[in-house]
T-cell receptor, first 119, second 109 residues
Framework: EAGVAQSPRYKIIEKRQSVAFWCNPI?????LYWYQQILGQGPKLLIQ????????DSQLPKDRFSAERLKGVDSTLKIQPAKLEDSAVYLC?????????????????FGPGTRLTVL | KQEVTQIPAALSVPEGENLVLNCSFT??????LQWFRQDPGKGLTSLLL?????REQTSGRLNASLDKSSGRSTLYIAASQPGDSATYLC????????FGKGTRLSVIA
């Protein structure tokens, strides 16, 4: 079974430029997550989709970050304009089902991440 | 607001030792807790998932326990090996999901 795919793996941009990341979850997984991981920190959830609907985006800086999951499969995360503090690794994860308790459907599987450097 | 703390932040042990990593959380209204391993420059690898109704899960040399009432989980690693060297993260299944900062483990041969 193929894992979660992400691209690009690395990206270097100047501040105020825009950037987009792509994620392809494990086939059949309904839930998709985007995380931001700053060096030395644990991942912080930015947005969670179930199919093509948003479950949680409470920690997404909506003035500059946007995400979509068209057709409930692939997803893109965009930053426009980028700031220096956006330098981080952006991780995508997927799980088979939703967030209901008592089910193994919410086990998360992660992609390799995209390392963003903003100069 | 859920807060997750992992202690210790770093740990160095000789090969063969048994060790315990700790994860504590402030809000017991969780639906699961998942332990991950992260190697430098890599993504996260799932180790164990404990549902809110469970007390523990085991996989090989790893055992994770969950005590919701006290807001604690532990990851027990038996007979540690140099290949276990990595950062171990716990993720608390609440709204939103919250990760700890991790424990950086070094197992010395």
């Amino acid at each position: 079974e193929a894992g979660v795919a992400q691209s690009p793996r690395y990206k270097i941009i100047e501040k105020r430029q825009s950037v987009a990341f792509w994620c392809n979850p494990i086939s059949g997984h309904a839930t998709l997550y985007w995380y931001q991981q700053i060096l030395g920190q644990g991942p912080k959830l930015l947005i969670q989709f179930q199919n093509n609907g948003v479950v949680d985006d409470s920690q997404l800086p909506k003035d500059r970050f946007s995400a979509e999951r068209l057709k409930g499969v692939d997803s893109t995360l965009k930053i426009q304009p980028a700031k220096l503090e956006d330098s981080a690794v952006y991780l995508c994860a997927s799980s088979p089902g939703g967030t209901s308790g008592g089910s193994s459907y919410n086990e998360q599987f992660f992609g390799p991440g995209t390392r963003l450097t903003v100069l | 607001k859920q807060e997750v703390t992992q202690i210790p932040a770093a740990l160095s042990v000789p090969e063969g030792e048994n060790l315990v990593l700790n994860c504590s959380f402030t809000d017991s209204a969780i639906y699961n807790l998942q332990w991950f391993r992260q190697d430098p420059g890599k993504g996260l690898t799932s180790l164990l998932l404990i549902q809110s109704s469970q007390r523990e899960q085991t996989s090989g040399r790893l055992n994770a326990s969950l005590d919701k009432s006290s807001g604690r989980s532990t990851l027990y690693i038996a007979a540690s090996q140099p290949g276990d060297s990595a950062t171990y993260l716990c993720a608390v299944g609440s709204r939103p999901l919250v990760f700890g900062k991790g424990t950086r483990l070094s197992v010395i041969a």
